[in-house]
Nanobody
Framework: VQLVESGGGLVQPGGSLRLSCAAS????????MSWYRQGPGKERELVAFISSFGGSTNYADSVKGRFTISRDNAKRTVYLQMNGLKPEDTAVYLC?????WGQGTQVTVSS
């Protein structure tokens, strides 16, 4: 029973990354899934969430128009496409759902 994130890394400002979160051990399609992030010295904040079948999404104001959350229930995976990255997007990104948290993946935006 776990969530495993991947896809983080170092990217220049204006660049893009696609994060993935693979789920196992629970009925993935029953649950809303969310991405959070925690930057250095900052509180953990909600970035985006998606309903169980993907019909509804919601974003933090700071990422609207730049980030897109999606899911593939057949692959038990939720994604976060991040475009137009800014230095202030630097954080550990974590996915959560079904009462579980992943270990996080580091995203660093720097020139």
């Amino acid at each position: 029973v776990q969530l495993v994130e991947s896809g983080g890394g170092l990217v220049q400002p204006g660049g893009s990354l696609r994060l993935s979160c693979a789920a196992s051990g629970f009925t993935f399609s029953n649950y809303r899934m969310s991405w959070y992030r925690q930057g250095p010295g900052k509180e953990r904040e909600l970035v985006a969430f998606i309903s169980s079948f993907g019909g509804s999404t919601n974003y933090a104001d700071s990422v609207k128009g730049r980030f897109t959350i999606s899911r593939d229930n057949a692959k038990r995976t939720v994604y976060l496409q991040m475009n137009g990255l800014k230095p202030e997007d630097t954080a550990v990104y974590l996915c959560t759902g079904g009462g579980l948290w992943g270990q996080g993946t580091q995203v660093t935006v720097s020139s």
